[in-house]
């Protein structure tokens, strides 16, 4: 298994470590001037040379709206989800409400977050959080209502209480369709925070791409790309990671297990 789990680890490092000495490589020979496309040392070294005084700042900065908004989208989006697969009424009346809500483009919406909270935090978090608030709400509505009737009718004829339910079967039973939802949600809030930073904001990494945009300084603006692609990597994957710690006895993690 650590042999195979080397190997993988081993091809993805390969397969970009060849993208990267063809980018090299091609802007070279071709002599592509750095304003239209920089190497990537010129990008590596321009990111360790703005790190200290402006990347590392405006990191914090996104990072702190991404895990913000995902954070109010997973507090809302799961119990308003078992609301809804527990009552008719719920399902009813707020379901077509989230379905069109998710209709609405929702850089149509940042503006006006903008007119309305101004160029604070406030609106990029609102914008963040509708980003990632279908998906979870979307999966975790699946995942509680895959429960299988005859484990509902076991634990009825049992005498379980609601609640005990709730914490044994229904939570357990949901997790994993739960944690696809969570893992699309991360893409989203990341997506959805440099989003919100370029409708308004005064700092972030989506503004810092604005300002290098417009001095056409490529160098910056690629650093800063990679920083960005870095918060959301490490974010999905420390999801997955608590996916396979949580939930180690389903079909999926068993399944990754062995193509590794």
């Not at 321009?46 to 900065?61: C, D, E, M, Q, V």
């Not at 008719?88 to 309305?116: C, D, E, M, N």
């Not at 634990?155 to 699309?184: D, E, Q, R, V, Y």
């Amino acid at each position: 298994m650590e042999k195979k789990s080397f190997n993988k680890y081993l091809q993805v490092f390969l397969t970009f470590f060849f993208l990267v000495v063809g980018w090299q490589v091609i802007v070279t020979v071709l002599k592509i001037p750095d304003w239209i496309m920089p190497t990537p040392v010129e990008v590596i070294l321009t990111l360790f040379r703005r790190w200290g005084n402006t990347i590392s700042r405006n990191a914090i900065a996104t990072t702190k709206i991404i895990l913000g908004g995902f954070g109010i989208g997973v507090i809302v989006g799961i119990p308003l989800a078992l609301s809804i697969t527990s009552s008719k009424i719920f399902t009813r009346s707020v379901y077509p409400v989230i379905v069109f809500l998710q209709l609405i483009p929702k850089i149509a919406l940042g503006p006006l977050f903008v007119i309305w909270m101004g160029f604070d935090y406030k609106p990029r978090l609102l914008l963040t959080f509708l980003m990632c608030f279908f998906p979870i709400v979307i999966n975790s509505i699946v995942g509680f209502a895959s429960i299988e009737e005859d484990i509902k009718r076991l634990s009825l004829s049992m005498g379980s209480k609601p609640l005990a339910s709730l914490i044994k079967i229904k939570i357990p039973s949901a997790l994993p369709t739960i944690f696809a939802g969570l893992k699309l949600s991360a893409i989203s809030a990341t997506i959805g925070a440099i989003v919100a930073e370029f409708i308004g904001a005064s700092d972030g990494l989506g503004y810092l791409l604005l300002v290098a945009k417009g001095d056409l300084n490529t160098q910056l603006f690629f650093a800063v790309l990679i920083v960005l692609i870095s918060i959301g990597l490490v974010f999905f994957y420390s999801i997955e990671l608590i996916e396979r710690i949580t939930i180690p006895w389903h079909v999926s993690q068993r399944v990754t297990e062995e193509t590794i």
